[in-house]
Nanobody, 126 residues
Framework: VQLQASGGGLVQAGGSLRLSCAASDRTFSRYTIGWFRQAPGKDREFVASISRSGRTTVYADSVKGRFTISRDNAKNTVYLQLNSLKPEDTALYYC????????????????????WGQGTQLTVSS
């Protein structure tokens, strides 16, 4: 599956933005999707994950209560709504996929995903 992340940009602290991850595969609903981010000089880190149907989600503690992951399988797209943004959220955001059908599960580890998008840059100014 090919993934295309979009929606990044420059936003002020406290602002909101929605990232999108569009997939090329019609079997998209058979994949668990994750969002990760990488700030300059830092390792790539987990942000959020959503199960195939969207029933189950999980978040990193640093974004819990501020970010919301969702998906529309009819549109082959996963969204990441980012609210109450902070300068430390500045990073290149990646979406990733792993085939998990028929299981309904989320995943936190980078090593667990085998398809990656190209990343979209988010910059939060103070």
């Amino acid at each position: 599956v090919q993934l295309q992340a979009s929606g990044g940009g420059l936003v002020q602290a406290g602002g909101s933005l929605r990232l999108s991850c569009a997939a090329s595969d019609r079997t998209f609903s058979r994949y668990t999707i994750g969002w990760f981010r990488q700030a300059p000089g830092k390792d790539r880190e987990f942000v959020a994950s959503i199960s195939r149907s969207g029933r189950t989600t999980v978040y990193a503690d640093s974004v819990k209560g501020r970010f919301t992951i969702s998906r529309d399988n009819a549109k082959n797209t996963v969204y990441l709504q980012l609210n109450s943004l902070k300068p430390e959220d500045t990073a290149l955001y990646y979406c990733a996929a792993v085939f998990t059908y028929p299981r309904e599960m989320t995943m936190r580890g980078l090593w667990e995903y085998n398809y990656w998008g190209q990343g979209t840059q988010l910059t939060v100014s103070s």
